[in-house]
C-alpha cells in the first residue's frame, strides 16, 4: 500500500512561514502526480498545487508567489514551503499522488495562522 505521511505543521502568525513536508513509502517518480490540497472549516477540500511528474506545477491563485512546491535531494520527499501566511490559509494540509490512477492522500498535518 502506497502511503504519505505528513509533518511540519503548526501554528504561525501571520506573515510567517511554515514548511510541510511528505515522506512516500514509494519513490516519488513512480507517481503520474504529486501535490497537495488543504480544507478549512466546513469547506471543500481544495487544490494548492498539483505537479505531474513530468509536467508544470500548478498553484491555485491563492498561493501563487507565497507558496512552493519543491522535491528532496532524495526524492522520497517533497515539500511546501508556506511564506506571508494569511489567516484564510488556516486548514487541514494534505499530500497528495496518484498511482497507478489511484488517489492517494495523506492523513494531514493542521496549519493555523494567527492575526
Known amino acids: 500500500q502506497v502511503r504519505l505521511v505528513e509533518s511540519g505543521g503548526g501554528l504561525a502568525q501571520a506573515g510567517g512561514s511554515l514548511r510541510l513536508s511528505c515522506a512516500a513509502s514509494t519513490n516519488p517518480y513512480s507517481f503520474s502526480a504529486m501535490g497537495w490540497y488543504r480544507q478549512g472549516p466546513g469547506k471543500q477540500r481544495e487544490l494548492v498545487v498539483r505537479v505531474p511528474t513530468l509536467g508544470l506545477s500548478h498553484y491555485a491563485d491563492s498561493v501563487k508567489g507565497r507558496f512552493t512546491f519543491s522535491r528532496g535531494i532524495s526524492k522520497n520527499t517533497v515539500y511546501l514551503q508556506m511564506n506571508s501566511l494569511k489567516p484564510e490559509d488556516t486548514a487541514v494540509y494534505f499530500c497528495?499522488?496518484?498511482?497507478?490512477?489511484?488517489?492517494?492522500w495523506g492523513q494531514g498535518t493542521q496549519v493555523t495562522v494567527s492575526s
Open positions: 497528495y499522488a496518484v498511482y497507478s490512477g489511484v488517489d492517494v
